[in-house]
């Protein structure tokens, strides 16, 4: 007699999509993308295809996309406080779940979950929460912004929880992180930046550079010494160089007789010392200072990033960052008490669509939104690519970047 369990388990599902397929290393005009289960078998030439087991694929699984249609991999977004009406920094899951939701059918496949500076006890519930959703393979993680930043440049951020950095406070919040916080931006000038970055990297949490006031030395020395502790601690993934929260944004302008840190986060960038994120959506940055940092720094040193908050998504009106109420007047989020931007409304295709409006090439866009991030997170071995052995993320983009389907883990979610 057979058992139940000596029965032979179900093949994987397969997928074949024909088109104009970017890979990481250049747009496939006559591509082929081959999926079988969650994973990617084949991207690249048509005409090279010879992969067995593909050749009875269920013809509602072979996908011929028209001209001028892309396969995009799935994006990566390492800064983003929600959507859809769901907020991270409320600490509240089912917010949060339905924020994760919407971004995933929107595109953006792998994505840490983004707070704002708080109150040490609202943010250690918060890291809870999204420890265990980062379990549930919701999330990749989760970025703390704050609560360790400057009062001249604070931003949205709520002042009245802002704190010179504290190593104890710090290691209580990497702890309830459970391994799972990825990133922090601090503000490098103030007392105890040091041995915050030094605690950071200890434990392979990548030191952003942030809402900050310091002058270039300072900018410089701080990404040189994140950069050396990341190198030292061999964990496995770790990028080797640190970040800069929302370039411009946050910190004073560049001068030519006062540089301040904009002009050390370039320099680091041109080097591969730093990856900087720019919040190409129109509102955060001029698109001919996007095109002009792609030019600078290279498209493999950037990383596009949302800053989205809880009204991406919906309708001009009235939402919440965390505890702050915040008003979008068309599409621009701008915290209630003081005008501030408080967050972006773009989803992260948005942003690769504006980028590319911008003049920058769509292969490049489309690597400082996926290969470049995942690299930071240490998920090059998963996702950020088309790649073979990669987890099957992708989207279905027509001729002017607009959303037509988007795959996730093998499985079609629109």
């Given at each position: 007699m057979t058992s139940p369990h000596d029965a032979a388990a179900p093949a994987p599902a397969k997928k074949l999509i024909h088109g104009s397929i970017a890979t990481d290393r250049g747009i496939v005009q006559d591509g082929l993308l081959a999926v079988s289960g969650d994973r990617i078998v084949y991207a690249g030439r048509a005409d090279h295809f010879d992969e067995p087991g593909?050749?009875?694929?269920?013809?509602?699984?072979?996908?011929?996309?028209?001209?001028?249609?892309?396969?995009?991999?799935?994006?990566?977004?390492?800064?983003?406080?929600?959507?859809?009406?769901?907020?991270?920094?409320?600490?509240?899951?089912?917010?949060?779940?339905?924020?994760?939701?919407?971004?995933?059918?929107?595109?953006?496949?792998?994505?840490?979950a983004s707070m704002v500076t708080a109150s040490p006890e609202d943010l250690l519930a918060g890291i809870g929460v999204h420890a265990k959703l980062t379990g549930e393979g919701l999330l990749a993680g989760i970025h703390l912004e704050g609560p360790f930043l400057s009062h001249a440049r604070c931003g949205a951020q709520n002042p009245a929880f802002l704190l010179d950095p504290d190593v104890e406070l710090a290691a209580r919040l990497i702890e309830a992180g459970q391994g799972h916080i990825a990133t922090m931006t601090y503000a490098p000038e103030l007392p105890g930046a040091d041995e915050l970055v030094d605690l950071l990297t200890s434990h392979g949490i990548t030191p952003s550079v942030g809402h900050t006031a310091c002058d270039t030395r300072t900018a410089w020395d701080s990404l040189e010494q994140a950069r050396e502790g990341l190198d030292s601690t061999g964990f496995d993934?770790?990028?080797?160089?640190?970040?800069?929260?929302?370039?411009?944004?946050?910190?004073?302008?560049?001068?030519?007789?006062?540089?301040?840190?904009?002009?050390?986060?370039?320099?680091?960038?041109?080097?591969?010392?730093?990856?900087?994120?720019?919040?190409?959506d129109n509102t955060h940055l001029d698109p001919e200072t996007v095109k002009m940092v792609f030019s600078l720094?290279?498209?493999?040193?950037?990383?596009?990033?949302?800053?989205?908050?809880?009204?991406?998504?919906?309708?001009?009106?009235?939402?919440?960052?965390?505890?702050?109420?915040?008003?979008?007047?068309?599409?621009?989020?701008?915290?209630?008490?003081?005008?501030?931007?408080?967050?972006?409304?773009?989803?992260?295709?948005?942003?690769?669509?504006?980028?590319?409006?911008?003049?920058?090439?769509?292969?490049?866009?489309?690597?400082?939104?996926?290969?470049?991030?995942?690299?930071?997170?240490?998920?090059?071995?998963?996702?950020?690519?088309?790649?073979?052995?990669?987890?099957?993320?992708?989207?279905?983009?027509?001729?002017?970047?607009?959303?037509?389907?988007?795959?996730?883990?093998?499985?079609?979610?629109?």
């Amino acid at each position: 007699m057979t058992s139940p369990h000596d029965a032979a388990a179900p093949a994987p599902a397969k997928k074949l999509i024909h088109g104009s397929i970017a890979t990481d290393r250049g747009i496939v005009q006559d591509g082929l993308l081959a999926v079988s289960g969650d994973r990617i078998v084949y991207a690249g030439r048509a005409d090279h295809f010879d992969e067995p087991g593909f050749e009875d694929v269920d013809a509602a699984n072979v996908i011929s996309l028209p001209a001028g249609h892309h396969v995009l991999p799935g994006l990566v977004d390492v800064h983003n406080h929600g959507g859809n009406g769901g907020d991270f920094p409320s600490g509240d899951e089912s917010s949060a779940r339905k924020a994760i939701d919407f971004l995933h059918r929107a595109g953006t496949t792998t994505l840490l979950a983004s707070m704002v500076t708080a109150s040490p006890e609202d943010l250690l519930a918060g890291i809870g929460v999204h420890a265990k959703l980062t379990g549930e393979g919701l999330l990749a993680g989760i970025h703390l912004e704050g609560p360790f930043l400057s009062h001249a440049r604070c931003g949205a951020q709520n002042p009245a929880f802002l704190l010179d950095p504290d190593v104890e406070l710090a290691a209580r919040l990497i702890e309830a992180g459970q391994g799972h916080i990825a990133t922090m931006t601090y503000a490098p000038e103030l007392p105890g930046a040091d041995e915050l970055v030094d605690l950071l990297t200890s434990h392979g949490i990548t030191p952003s550079v942030g809402h900050t006031a310091c002058d270039t030395r300072t900018a410089w020395d701080s990404l040189e010494q994140a950069r050396e502790g990341l190198d030292s601690t061999g964990f496995d993934g770790t990028s080797g160089r640190p970040t800069v929260t929302h370039l411009f944004n946050g910190m004073p302008p560049l001068h030519h007789r006062s540089p301040g840190p904009v002009a050390a986060c370039l320099r680091a960038a041109a080097a591969g010392h730093a990856a900087v994120e720019l919040v190409a959506d129109n509102t955060h940055l001029d698109p001919e200072t996007v095109k002009m940092v792609f030019s600078l720094v290279g498209a493999g040193n950037i990383l596009l990033v949302t800053d989205s908050m809880a009204a991406a998504g919906l309708a001009d009106g009235q939402y919440m960052l965390g505890p702050s109420p915040v008003t979008v007047t068309k599409g621009v989020a701008t915290l209630d008490a003081t005008g501030s931007i408080a967050g972006g409304t773009a989803t992260l295709l948005d942003v690769v669509r504006r980028t590319v409006q911008a003049g920058v090439k769509l292969h490049d866009a489309v690597l400082s939104a996926s290969a470049v991030p995942a690299a930071v997170l240490g998920l090059t071995d998963e996702v950020g690519a088309l790649r073979r052995g990669l987890r099957a993320d992708a989207l279905v983009v027509d001729s002017e970047l607009g959303l037509k389907r988007v795959l996730r883990a093998g499985s079609w979610l629109n």
